[in-house]
């Protein structure tokens, strides 16, 4: 089996390789698939946390844009310090900045703790989901820290590109690594069939 680095590293050149053009018909394949997977879990008013893309991820933009329009709250991440994640809301319009903490972009606001906000669903980032809901993150760990404190009924999908779906065992999953339920590709939501159970 390859390391977790070998396989971010051939993630991550398969990303760059992407031209615009595939990459903004990813970001809207996103959003149409994504919104109506979300409306279908999250009732009109509910809160989503998501993420807004840098660089070669899958766009986000127009999918948080979609959840906006379709009435669902959305919040995203603030890096703090201790690889500890806050929350801030979205909108179109609210000012970005990029982050002191890590390569990311975040709201130039207060963010606040995720178990003072009622989450109704959660997008993560990550470079790849194996189909027994192992997640592969770009190593800083501000996920899976944020992921443990979750309720298990909360639904979590991790945003990627198609082919970023692996079969089981495709890379190293310790127990440090937090589970997530389900993938949102340019495809459609895709259920991982596991429960997600966090001690």
Do not use: N
């Amino acid at each position: 089996m390859l390391t977790k680095d070998q396989v971010r590293a051939e993630l991550l050149l398969r990303r760059r390789a992407l031209t615009a053009d595939e990459k903004a018909a990813a970001g809207r394949a996103l959003a149409d698939g994504g919104a109506a997977a979300i409306a279908a879990l999250v009732p009109e008013g509910g809160t989503v946390a998501a993420y807004l893309s840098v660089g070669s991820e899958p766009p986000t933009l127009p999918l948080l844009q979609a959840l906006d329009a379709g009435g669902r709250r959305v919040v995203v991440p603030i890096c703090e310090p201790g690889y500890r994640l806050s929350w801030a809301p979205w909108r179109p319009g609210t000012p970005i900045g990029r982050s002191r903490y890590a390569a990311v972009a975040e709201p130039q606001v207060p963010g606040v703790p995720a178990d003072q906000l009622p989450l109704a669903a959660v997008l993560t980032p990550g470079l790849a989901v194996d189909t027994a809901g192992g997640r592969l993150g770009k190593g800083g760990g501000y996920y899976d820290r944020f992921l443990a404190s979750l309720p298990p009924a909360v639904p979590v999908a991790t945003v990627l590109y198609d082919h970023e779906v692996l079969a089981s065992g495709s890379f190293p999953v310790t127990d440090l690594d937090a589970p997530v339920a389900a993938a949102l590709t340019p495809a459609g939501w895709r259920e991982l069939g596991v429960r997600r159970v966090y001690s």
